[in-house]
């Protein structure tokens, strides 16, 4: 396998138009289409959309899909980028960046039910499905037994930490990128100078907009309201918004706060502990209490705990922690179903469960926090990453990020194994 990817042998000319042609591009990557909402421009004529079953005969043409809404300025340029990594897959493998289908805009998780669709008609293979403003989704089915997505993760995790501008993002289509090289050879280190030379070119990360981060955020949230795209992207916005939030103030006759609140030790001593209480109460459940829609929940909460349990990472060990302590309230509400469901402080989820609920500072909607936060706002759950110190849980590219360990989300453990049903 060559380890030179398409871009490099693209002609001058065509790297000018890229540059020339991101600026354009980010309005659309930034802001997603339903901006033409809040700007005031709705009533021109809308853009055709594809439906999946329009997206389904392209694929059947050529298995790779860009819109140019997620090309990044040319998408026959990301087209070839994509068709270069996916050309020595062993298995079928289908690309898709794309405007989100309108009959897939109420679904949770429409890249993911995108590509089961895909999958029914275009039979086994590996599906890269990204929709503009509602995330992405890689799905293997008839892969080898080391089908592994990891390293990928990694790259791309790495990337986005030491990438240009204030808030780094990697773009659709160097995301796309990495996930396709990495899965057309399974089981196979993935060679870094592949990912320096994605890193290296001007469509690998969304620049950094003219306005302000909370100002992007907070149009991105009107036209979302307005075009109704659900509730996961609200979780989205809050967890993009707070990391813009003012630094704390200390009430007067305070003393100094720390900005940051760290991991506290034997975090993961603690996890495996209400874990292990959590798997002996599943074990007294009788068969008939296992089979209802909680018993279920309680076995998939212990499950996604146990993936995330010794990955040595400090945040997964956190969530292994409220995921034993998820388990455990659903077990409760096998015989108590008057119980809530057990939901963290969204600023720190070491502070316990949530009992109140507060503005933070950045977003546009209220969080679940602790009593504590809820009376003054405490400092985020944070962790060391090189360089840039100490970063607050949300602004890190992971599924903690994206549920606030559950504080957003109501199905925190079915996220959470989806999440790593990609990486495994």
Same mark, same amino acid.
């Given at each position: 396998?060559?380890?030179? @990817?398409?871009?490099?042998?693209?002609?001058?000319?065509?790297?000018?138009?890229?540059? $020339? *042609?991101?600026?354009?591009?980010?309005?659309?990557? @930034?802001?997603? *289409?339903?901006?033409?909402?809040?700007?005031?421009?709705?009533?021109?004529?809308?853009?055709?959309?594809?439906?999946?079953?329009?997206?389904?005969?392209?694929?059947?043409?050529?298995?790779?899909?860009?819109?140019?809404s997620m090309g990044m300025g040319d998408s026959e340029l990301a087209h070839d980028v994509l068709s270069e990594a996916a050309a020595d897959a062993d298995l079928p493998m289908y690309v898709v960046l794309a405007e989100m289908p309108g009959e897939l805009a109420a679904t949770e998780q429409p890249a993911e039910q995108a590509a089961v669709l895909f999958r029914d008609e275009l039979g086994e293979g590996i599906y890269h499905v990204a929709f503009l403003g509602a995330g992405s989704y890689t799905g293997a089915w008839g892969a080898p037994d080391d089908f592994d997505l990891r390293q990928a993760y990694t790259e791309l995790r790495a990337a986005e930490e030491n990438g240009p501008g204030e808030y780094p993002r990697s773009s659709a289509l160097f995301e796309a990128a990495v996930m396709v090289r990495a899965a057309a050879a399974p089981g196979e280190d993935l060679p870094s100078s592949v990912?320096?030379?994605?890193?290296?070119?001007?469509?690998?990360?969304?620049?950094?907009?003219?306005?302000?981060?909370?100002?992007?955020?907070?149009?991105?949230?009107?036209?979302?309201?307005a075009t109704g795209i659900g509730v996961l992207v609200a979780g989205l916005i809050i967890t993009v918004g707070v990391v813009r939030a003012k630094p704390l103030r200390a009430r007067k006759g305070d003393a100094a706060r720390p900005a940051y609140e760290a991991v506290p030790e034997g975090i993961e001593r603690r996890a495996k502990k209400h874990l292990a209480d959590a798997r002996r109460r599943l074990d007294e459940l009788s068969g008939d209490e296992l089979a209802t829609p909680t018993g279920e929940k309680v076995s998939s909460a212990i499950d996604a705990a146990e993936r995330v349990l010794d990955t040595g990472d400090d945040l997964d060990a956190v969530g292994a922690y @409220?995921?034993?302590?998820?388990?455990?309230?659903? @077990?409760?509400?096998?015989?108590?179903?008057?119980? $809530?469901?057990?939901?963290?402080?969204?600023?720190?989820?070491?502070?316990?469960?949530?009992?109140? *609920?507060?503005?933070?500072?950045?977003?546009?909607?209220?969080?679940?926090?602790?009593?504590?936060?809820?009376?003054?706002?405490?400092?985020?759950?944070?962790?060391?990453?090189?360089?840039?110190?100490?970063?607050?849980?949300?602004?890190?590219?992971?599924?903690? *990020?994206?549920?606030?360990?559950?504080?957003?989300?109501?199905?925190?453990?079915?996220?959470?194994?989806?999440?790593?049903?990609?990486?495994?």
């Open positions: 396998m060559t380890e030179t @990817v398409a871009v490099r042998g693209a002609v001058p000319s065509r790297r000018r138009r890229v540059v $020339r *042609a991101v600026t354009l591009a980010v309005c659309g990557l @930034v802001l997603g *289409a339903p901006s033409a909402i809040a700007d005031g421009t709705a009533g021109e004529q809308p853009m055709h959309t594809a439906t999946v079953d329009e997206l389904i005969e392209q694929l059947r043409d050529d298995p790779v899909l860009v819109q140019p990912v320096d030379d994605y890193v290296s070119e001007p469509w690998a990360f969304v620049p950094d907009p003219p306005t302000s981060m909370a100002d992007a955020e907070a149009t991105r949230w009107v036209a979302t309201l @409220v995921l034993a302590l998820t388990a455990d309230r659903e @077990v409760d509400r096998v015989s108590r179903p008057e119980l $809530r469901t057990y939901q963290p402080c969204f600023i720190n989820p070491m502070h316990g469960e949530a009992e109140d *609920a507060v503005r933070v500072g950045g977003s546009s909607i209220d969080a679940p926090v602790c009593s504590a936060c809820g009376r003054r706002q405490g400092a985020f759950l944070s962790v060391r990453r090189g360089l840039r110190g100490w970063v607050p849980y949300v602004e890190t590219s992971t599924v903690w *990020a994206r549920t606030g360990y559950g504080a957003l989300v109501g199905d925190l453990a079915e996220q959470v194994l989806a999440d790593r049903s990609v990486r495994r």
